[in-house]
T-cell receptor, first 115, second 108 residues
C-alpha cells in the first residue's frame, strides 16, 4: 500500500459550518503534512507533524486546526472559514522530516469551496 | 531571496521536441532534490529524484549542479501526455521547499 488517502474529495461549506478533512497513510511514514494550493500556484505548507507531534505551524489562522490521532491519521478541522480559504488541500507524508531521500507522497487532495 | 526559483513558463513546444527546465536553490546545505509533475486539478506526483551523478528514466533526464546550485529536467521526444506543470522540490533535511512550477504544453 503506497497511497495517501484523503476524504472527502470535494467539500462545499458555509462560513458558519464546522467540517473536517481526513488523511490516512499506511506506509509507516512518520512525517505528515497539510498543504494548501490555490490555482496556478505551488502548494503552501500549513502544518507538519513528526512522530504525531506538531512540528511546524506556518502561522496558519486558528480557524484551521490540525490533529494527529495516531501515526497513520491526520485531520484538519475547519471552522468559520472565509471564501478566500477555498483551495485544494493536500495531505502528504514522508519517511521522516530528517530523512527526505524519497520525497513526499501526496494524497489526491480535497477541493474545498467556502460559500 | 526565495529558497527555490523556477521559471513559470509557459513552455509551448511541438511534439517530438526536447525541452529543459531549471530550478535554482539558495541553501547550499540542501540535501535532496526532486521533480514532481502535477496535472490540472490533480495532486503532484513524484516524477524523479535527482542524484548527484545525474539520472535518467526513459525520455527524462535529471541533473544536479551543486557548484551552481541548480537542478535540471530534460524531456526528449516530447509527447502530448507530457503536458503538465513540473514542480521542483528541494529538501534541506528538515523541510521541503517548492518551486513555483513550470507549465509545459506539448502541441500536436
Amino acid at each position: 500500500d503506497t497511497e495517501v488517502t484523503q476524504t472527502p474529495k470535494h467539500l462545499v461549506m458555509g462560513m458558519t459550518n464546522k467540517k473536517s478533512l481526513k488523511c490516512e497513510q499506511h506506509m509507516g511514514h512518520r512525517a505528515m503534512y497539510w498543504y494548501k494550493q490555490k490555482a496556478k500556484k505551488p502548494p503552501e505548507l500549513m502544518f507538519v507533524y513528526s512522530y504525531e507531534k506538531l512540528s511546524i505551524n506556518e502561522s496558519v489562522p486558528s480557524r484551521f486546526s490540525p490533529e494527529c490521532p495516531n501515526s497513520s491519521l491526520l485531520n484538519l478541522h475547519l471552522h468559520a472559514l472565509q471564501p478566500e480559504d477555498s483551495a485544494l488541500y493536500l495531505c502528504a507524508s514522508s519517511q521522516d522530516i530528517g530523512t527526505t531521500n524519497y520525497g513526499y507522497t501526496f494524497g489526491s487532495g480535497t477541493r474545498l469551496t467556502v460559500v | 531571496r526565495k529558497e527555490v526559483e523556477q521559471d513559470p513558463g509557459p513552455f509551448n513546444v511541438p511534439e517530438g521536441a526536447t525541452v529543459a527546465f531549471n530550478c535554482t536553490y539558495s541553501n547550499s546545505a540542501s540535501q535532496s532534490f526532486f521533480w514532481y509533475r502535477q496535472d490540472c486539478r490533480k495532486e503532484p506526483k513524484l516524477l524523479m529524484s535527482v542524484y548527484s551523478s545525474g539520472n535518467e528514466d526513459g525520455r527524462f533526464t535529471a541533473q544536479l549542479n551543486r557548484a551552481s546550485q541548480y537542478i535540471s529536467l530534460l524531456i526528449r521526444d516530447s509527447k502530448l501526455s507530457d503536458s503538465a506543470t513540473y514542480l521542483c522540490v528541494i529538501s534541506t533535511g528538515n523541510q521541503f521547499y517548492f518551486g513555483t512550477g513550470t507549465s509545459l504544453t506539448v502541441i500536436p
